[in-house]
Every structure is written in structure tokens, then in C-alpha cells.
């Protein structure tokens, strides 16, 4: 069974930046995808940034030219750096990763921007 987990949440004053990492584990596999979405207090689950093995990016409009995502294909991690973080961006993070036998999600890592 393939676990993800992330890491790298926490507490930071707008316009700061945040790494955000997830680990997939369970599979000797390279995912086919790695993303983020995110979902704010009283909102829905919206997405963030995904990567492809190929290293092949793509960004929501809000996280172009703010947020970088990367992935280790050898280790199955992806990462999602945050920089010039709005109080907007404040949310749950959560990473899925995507295999043949399917797509498997983490529990999520809180990301808070004060004002």
C-alpha cells in the first residue's frame, strides 16, 4: 500500500516562504504524477501545482511565478517551494501521488501566513 506523507508546514509572516516536501512510500514504482492541492478554511479543495516524470511542471495561475515544484524520481519525493507567501495562501497542503494502481493522497500539512 502506498503512503505519502508531507512535511514542512508551519507559521510564516507574509511575503516569507515556506519548502513544503512529500514522501511516497510502498511502491518501488516512479510515479506517473506528483501535486499538491490545497484547501482553505470554508472553501473547497482547489489545485496547486502538479509535476510529471518527466519533470514536466504545471502551476494554478495564484501559484505562477510564486511556487516551484520539483520532484526525486530515485527517492519518489516531490517538493513545492512557496515563496512570497499572502495571507490567502494560507491552507491546508495536502500532496497525491499518482501510479498505475491508482492515485494516493497524504494527510496534509497546514501552512499559515499571518499578516
Known amino acids: 500500500q502506498v503512503q505519502v506523507v508531507e512535511s514542512g508546514g508551519g507559521l510564516v509572516p507574509a511575503g516569507g516562504s515556506l519548502r513544503l516536501s512529500c514522501s511516497a512510500s510502498?511502491?518501488?514504482?516512479?510515479?506517473?504524477?506528483m501535486g499538491w492541492w490545497r484547501q482553505a478554511p470554508g472553501k473547497q479543495r482547489e489545485p496547486v501545482a502538479s509535476?510529471?516524470?518527466?519533470?514536466?511542471?504545471l502551476y494554478q495561475n495564484f501559484a505562477e511565478g510564486r511556487f516551484t515544484i520539483s520532484r526525486d524520481n530515485a527517492k519518489n519525493k516531490a517538493y513545492l517551494q512557496m515563496n512570497r507567501l499572502e495571507p490567502d495562501d494560507t491552507a491546508v497542503y495536502y500532496c497525491?501521488?499518482?501510479?498505475?494502481?491508482?492515485?494516493?493522497w497524504g494527510q496534509g500539512t497546514q501552512v499559515t501566513v499571518s499578516t
Open positions: 497525491y501521488v499518482t501510479l498505475p494502481s491508482g492515485t494516493s
Open positions: 510502498g511502491t518501488s514504482l516512479s510515479a506517473q504524477t
Open positions: 509535476i510529471r516524470l518527466a519533470n514536466y511542471p
